[in-house]
Structures are given as C-alpha cells and as structure tokens.
C-alpha cells in the first residue's frame, strides 16, 4: 500500500501562489495514476487534477485550468501541485490520491482501490 505525506499549503492572499507537495513511499508515483482533489466547507469533494500513467496526460478541471500546474520529481517519488493566481473560491483541504481521479472529463478508479493523503488546507484570504 502506497503512503502519501502532504506538506505545503497555508495562508495566502488573493493572486498569490502556494506548492503543495505529495509525497509517496511504498511504490513509485511514476506508475500510478494519480489526482489532487479538493473539499471546501459545506462542499462536495471537486477533483481538480489528473495524472493519467497510461499515457502521461494531465487533465485539469475548468476551475484551476491556466492557474495550477503539476509536476514530478522521481528521484524523490513526489508529486507537486504549483498553485497561482489564487483565489478566495480555491480556499479548500487539498488532498492527492493514487489510483483515482475525476476531473478534466478524466474519471479513474483502480478496483483495487489506493491511497489517500492526508490532506493540506489552503486559504485564500486578504
């Protein structure tokens, strides 16, 4: 079983930017589709990313498009969440999951199930 350690995240004001870091041990990233997913107060989780493995492509919802970016580093087997041009309505528990994701038209779910992190708030605030 994959163990994914969020770091990251905090308070930061409207047009900043944030990093959000998804770190796995147990397997390599590299191999696992991956998501970012995010929940705020009285909400709905909303998936916002996709990492798709069996091609490498990156799916993003409407609502982060143009202002996140994702990244990986494999020598450390962590994903990144680049956050920018924040906004008040980005203000959320952010969570990164192997082995499911749902945003962009992009829905994954492995039958086996995955891991979960442990979740990292992120407010947007003046």
């Known amino acids: 079983q994959v163990r994914l350690v969020q770091s990251g995240g905090g308070l930061v004001q409207p047009g900043g930017s944030l990093r959000l870091s998804c770190a796995a041990s147990g397997s390599a990233l590299s191999f696992q589709t991956m998501g970012w997913y995010r929940q705020a107060p009285g909400k709905e989780r909303e998936g916002i990313l996709c990492?798709?493995?069996?091609?490498?492509?990156?799916y993003y919802a409407d609502s982060v498009k143009g202002r996140f970016t994702v990244s990986r580093d494999n020598t450390k087997n962590t994903v990144y969440l680049q956050m920018n041009k924040l906004k008040p309505e980005d203000t959320a528990v952010y969570y990164c999951?192997?082995?499911?994701?749902?945003?962009?038209?992009?829905?994954?779910?492995?039958?086996?199930?995955?891991?979960w992190g442990q979740g990292t708030q992120v407010s947007v605030s003046a």
């Open positions: 999951a192997t082995e499911y994701c749902n945003a962009g038209g992009r829905y994954y779910a492995d039958s086996a199930g995955g891991s």
């Open positions: 990492i798709d493995s069996s091609d490498g492509r990156i």
